[in-house]
């Protein structure tokens, strides 16, 4: 050893570190902790599952409402109106009570999936603005996706409408413009869940002529409410 080379001398017992060789075992999972992950797993897919299920339900009474449960209007229509008994009237030689008789053709569609009830309902008829008659229509129900055929009849005198001075004139061209105003009110009830009351109102214009009791010409405007 080299003359002035000083030598560490060694630490003290004391103040060595010791590292033992230690090995660490893994801890082992039970049973209990599997099944309680393997249940807390089934919940959040039942969870999932349920969730889903609910989101399509939903879709699916959504895209009912608006569609095949929507209240849809019935449809009035008149077809054919006719006068019976001025065949034989003498223009220039009016008589007062002459019994007329007036026929309308008229017909309520359902377009709903549900029945739709009617209560007592009225047709009006007007010539010139003047009020010739009122005919009744009975209350009724017209079923899902059906079509009711009815004929509404009133009887007037002649003396009703022989004060309009245009009628000597109509008469003697044979034909005669009448207007017939048409209210039904109802409602209409979709398995107990959508109730809908439905007032339908249709007013039609139509030319007779007289020869032949045909409508030449009909324009009708159709109002509803809910």
Aim: net charge positive; aromatic share 4%.
């Amino acid at each position: 050893m080299v003359e002035g080379e000083q030598e560490n001398p060694l630490a003290p017992e004391s103040h060595r570190i010791s590292i033992a060789n230690e090995t660490v075992t893994p801890r082992t999972t039970t049973d209990e902790e599997v099944e309680k992950k393997r249940l807390r797993r089934r919940c959040v897919q039942c969870c999932g599952c349920t969730s889903a299920v609910l989101v399509i339900i939903g879709i699916i009474l959504l895209v009912l409402f608006l569609t095949v449960f929507k209240v849809k209007d019935p449809k009035i229509n008149l077809k054919n109106v006719t006068i019976r008994g001025l065949e034989g009237v003498d223009p220039t030689n009016l008589v007062p009570n002459t019994n007329l008789t007036l026929i309308a053709d008229v017909s309520v569609k359902n377009p709903n999936i549900a029945s739709f009830k009617y209560k007592n309902a009225t047709t009006e008829i007007y010539y010139e603005n003047v009020l010739i008659g009122e005919a009744q229509i009975p209350q009724g129900n017209a079923k899902a996706k059906k079509t009711i055929e009815m004929k509404v009849t009133t009887d007037f005198l002649l003396d009703k409408i022989s004060r309009v001075p245009r009628l000597a004139g109509d008469l003697t061209i044979g034909s005669l413009t009448l207007v017939t105003k048409t209210s039904i009110r109802g409602r209409v009830e979709i398995i107990e869940i959508v109730k809908k009351t439905v007032g339908v109102k249709l007013d039609c214009s139509s030319t007779i002529i007289i020869a032949n009791q045909t409508v030449q010409d009909q324009k009708c405007t159709k109002s509803v409410k809910f």
